[in-house]
C-alpha cells in the first residue's frame, strides 16, 4: 500500500512539475490564447463545447477534448480547421474538427499525432500531411463535401519519416478515401466506404504497405498503385466495387490496379463481389512481382549488393565513353602536334589547385550519394536525404549544382583541348578521362533539366527525370555520378603524377606560354 501511495504520489508531482496544463475557457477565453500562453510541451484541455475558431499550432503541445465528440473546433470552408505548422511532438486527441476547407493541415512537421478524434463535414481533405510526417489513428473521418476529397492525405513527403494511418474509419470522403502521393507510408486496419474512385491509392512514386485494411462500398478501385509507386498490399479484404463513372478502364470496379511503371505485390488479400471482369487489373507497364516491392533486398549488408553491379555498370560506361571518343581525341592530338606544340610540357600555374579542389567538393558529393544508399538499402532510415538532405534536398540544389559541375568540367577540359599539357595529354591520360566525365555528365544535366521541367509544370519532388524512376531514382543517380567521379578522379591522379616527375626532374618553373593560355 505504501508502494502504491508512493507511486501515485510520484505521478501526480511528474504532472505538476512536467507539464503544464491549460484549460479552456476557464483560464483562457479560446484556444489562440491558450496556444500563444502555452510553453512546449504544454496540454490544453477543451470543456465541452463548440469552438469556432482555426487555432494554428507552432511548438509542441497537445490539444485534447474530455472524452470522443464533447469537443468541437469548427473553422471556417477558406482554410484549415486546425493548422501544425513547423514544429514536432504536436497531439491532438479526443476533438471534434469540422467545416474547414482541411480537417487538420500538418505541414513541415514531424512526430504529429492526430487520434481518437471525429473529423467530419470538411471540404477537401479530412487530413492532409504535406512536407510532415503523421500519425493519424483510430479516427473517424468522414462527410466530405467535395467529390474531389480526400478523407487521408500524406503528400510530398519522401524525404520525411515514414507516416502511420491505422484504425480509422473513413466514409464518403470523397474521390479517395487514404492517398499518398510522393510519401513513405504504412496504412493498417483503416476501413473505408463509400467513395467515388480509390479507397486506398499509393500513387506518384509513394512506397506503401497497405495490410489489414477493409474496402466495402466503393467504385472506381478498391487498393489502387499508380504512378511508378512501389506498393505491398497484404491481407486487405475488399467486397463490393463498382465501376467508377466515366473514369476509364483501369477504374471499371477492380480490387486492385496497378497502373504506369507501378510495382504492386498481391499476398493473402480476400477480393469479393467486384464490377471488373477480374479482381486484379495492371496498366502502362505496371508489373505484379511476388518480391517484396518496397526493397528488393532486406534491410541490412545485404541491402547494399547490388550496388556492386551499379558500380560496375557505371564504370563500364565511363570506360565505354573514354574509348569511343578515342579517334577524336587522337584527331585533335595530331592537329595539335603539327601546330608544334609539345608532346608534353608542365601545365599552368594553378590548374592542379583548382582540380583538387573541384575534386573535393565532388568527393563530398559522391559521399552524400553513398551515405543515401546507405540509408535506402541497408539502414532502411526514416530519413533518406544523405548528410545535408534535410537542408538542401530540393530539385533546385541537385540542378544548380550538377549544371555548375557540368561547366565546371568543360572549362577543366578546354585548358586541356587547348594543348596547355602537351599534344599527349588529349589522346591519352587526363584529357581521355576528363573528356569521357565530361560528357557523361552531360548527360546527368539532360536528366536534372527533365526532372526540373517536371517540378515546376507537375510539382513532382523527387522528379523522376527521364529514366531514373523507372531504374530507382537512389541507385541510377549513385551510378552516374560514380562515373563522373572516377573520370575526374583518374584525371587528377594522372596530371598529379605528371607534376610529381616534373618536380623530381627539375622542371618546376612555368613557362610563360603556358601561363599565357590559361588566361
Known amino acids: 500500500m505504501a508502494v502504491l501511495t508512493v507511486t501515485l504520489m510520484g505521478i501526480a508531482w511528474w504532472r505538476i512539475e512536467g507539464e503544464t496544463v491549460l484549460d479552456v475557457p476557464a483560464d483562457y477565453a479560446s484556444i489562440a490564447s491558450a496556444l500563444e500562453a502555452a510553453p512546449e510541451g504544454a496540454v490544453i484541455e477543451l470543456a465541452p463545447g463548440v469552438y469556432e475558431e482555426s487555432p494554428v499550432i507552432v511548438r509542441p503541445v497537445t490539444i485534447m477534448g ?4 464533447q469537443a468541437e473546433i469548427r473553422g471556417e470552408p477558406s482554410g484549415p480547421t486546425i493548422l501544425v505548422q513547423g514544429t514536432s511532438d504536436v497531439v491532438l486527441r479526443h476533438l471534434t474538427i469540422s467545416n474547414g476547407k482541411v480537417g487538420v493541415l500538418v505541414r513541415d512537421s514531424e512526430d504529429v499525432l492526430v487520434a481518437d478524434s471525429i473529423i467530419v463535414d470538411n471540404v477537401l481533405r479530412g487530413v492532409h500531411v504535406v512536407y510532415a510526417s503523421a500519425h493519424v489513428l483510430g479516427n473517424v ?14 503528400a510530398n513527403a519522401m524525404s520525411w519519416p515514414r507516416s502511420v494511418i491505422a484504425g480509422n474509419l473513413v466514409v ?13 507510408v504504412l496504412i493498417r486496419d483503416n476501413h473505408v466506404s463509400g467513395t467515388s474512385l480509390q479507397a486506398i491509392a499509393v500513387t506518384e512514386m509513394s512506397e506503401g504497405l497497405v ?7 466503393v467504385a472506381g478501385v478498391g487498393l489502387y498503385c499508380g504512378d511508378m509507386s512501389h506498393c505491398e498490399f497484404t491481407g486487405n479484404t475488399v467486397r463490393g466495387v463498382a465501376p467508377a463513372a466515366s473514369a476509364g478502364r483501369s477504374h471499371g470496379g477492380y480490387g486492385a490496379v496497378a497502373l504506369y511503371h507501378a510495382t504492386m505485390r498481391l499476398r493473402g488479400n480476400t477480393f469479393e463481389r467486384v464490377g471488373a471482369p477480374e479482381p486484379v487489373g495492371t496498366y502502362l507497364d505496371s508489373t505484379v512481382t511476388d518480391r517484396f516491392p518496397l526493397a528488393f533486398w532486406p534491410p541490412g549488408w545485404r541491402g547494399a549488393l547490388p550496388g556492386i553491379a551499379v558500380a560496375g555498370v557505371g564504370l563500364g560506361v565511363l570506360v565505354a565513353v573514354r574509348f569511343a571518343i ?3 581525341l587522337r584527331r585533335r592530338g595530331r592537329k595539335l602536334e603539327r601546330g608544334g606544340v609539345p608532346e608534353e610540357r608542365p601545365f599552368p600555374q594553378g590548374t592542379l589547385a583548382v582540380l583538387i579542389g573541384g575534386l573535393a567538393v565532388q568527393s563530398f558529393h559522391m559521399l552524400e ?3 543515401q544508399v546507405y540509408q535506402v538499402y541497408v539502414a532502411d532510415a526514416e530519413r533518406r536525404s544523405g548528410l545535408l538532405g534535410a537542408v ?15 561547366v565546371f568540367l568543360a572549362l577543366v577540359f578546354r585548358i586541356v583541348w587547348s594543348g596547355a599539357g602537351g599534344w599527349r595529354a588529349i589522346v591519352a591520360g587526363a584529357g581521355a578521362f576528363l573528356a569521357a566525365a565530361t560528357l557523361v555528365q552531360g548527360y546527368h544535366v539532360v536528366e536534372h533539366v527533365t526532372k526540373m521541367v517536371q517540378h515546376i509544370l507537375w510539382g513532382f519532388d523527387p522528379a523522376p527525370g527521364l529514366v531514373g524512376g523507372r531504374l530507382g531514382l537512389v541507385w541510377f543517380h549513385f551510378g552516374i555520378n560514380l562515373a563522373v567521379y572516377a573520370g575526374f578522379a583518374i584525371a587528377v591522379g594522372l596530371l598529379l603524377a605528371r607534376r610529381m616527375a616534373e618536380l623530381s626532374a627539375g622542371e618546376g618553373a612555368r613557362p610563360v606560354r603556358a601561363a599565357a593560355d590559361l588566361a
Open 172 to 184: 464518403r470522403s470523397g474521390a479517395a478515401g487514404i492517398a499518398t502521393n510522393m510519401a513513405r
Open 66 to 69: 474530455p472524452s470522443v465528440g
Open 392 to 406: 538542401a534536398d530540393t530539385e533546385w540544389v541537385h540542378f544548380v549544382y550538377n549544371v555548375a559541375v557540368m
Open 326 to 328: 578515342g579517334p577524336w
Open 369 to 371: 550519394h553513398a551515405v
Open 141 to 154: 473521418v468522414r462527410d466530405a463535401s467535395s467529390p474531389l476529397g480526400i478523407g487521408i492525405h500524406v
Open 211 to 217: 495490410e489489414g485494411n477493409r474496402v466495402t462500398g
